[in-house]
């Protein structure tokens, strides 16, 4: 089976979700992004022990310094599930996209009317980048 999720969601896949780092989730966001959910595998099933811990903790960091330099921590999150839950895969992604609809294009892209750079009015090029563990 085949899974659907919107189009503008970019799967970036590691060996592990411990391999994300801070800087790979603000560079999302300096590259156009407008949010970000790192996918990992279920709280204490790791297979590189505790990759998951270690990404949970740098998402929660990235929120914090997104919150403080306006753009919004809530931009970013982190979900935990196996591989066997493609289909919950597809609903957060879904989710996530909504979430960022509402939450209008990140702050800091270029032509973005809130920096006062051109109209993004007719634009709807949410992008929601997002790691994966490799199973």
Do not use: W
Request: hydrophobic letters at 35%; a positive charge; aromatic letters at 6%.
């Amino acid at each position: 089976m085949r899974l659907t999720y919107p189009t503008n969601v970019k799967v970036l896949k590691v060996p592990c979700t411990g391999r994300v780092d801070v800087i790979h989730i603000l560079k999302a966001f300096e590259n156009g992004a407008d949010g970000v959910y790192v996918a990992g595998c279920l709280e204490g099933e790791c297979h590189y022990l505790v990759g998951n811990l270690r990404a949970k903790k740098r998402v929660g960091y990235a929120k914090q310094l997104l919150e403080e330099c306006g753009i919004g921590g809530e931009r970013v999150a982190m979900y935990n599930l196996s591989s066997a839950q493609g289909q919950r895969f597809a609903a957060i992604a879904l989710e996530m996209t909504e979430k960022i609809r509402q939450l209008g294009p990140n702050p800091m892209k270029k032509g973005s009317r809130v920096m006062g750079h051109g109209s993004r009015e007719n634009e709807s090029q949410e992008q929601v980048a997002r790691t994966e563990a490799k199973s």
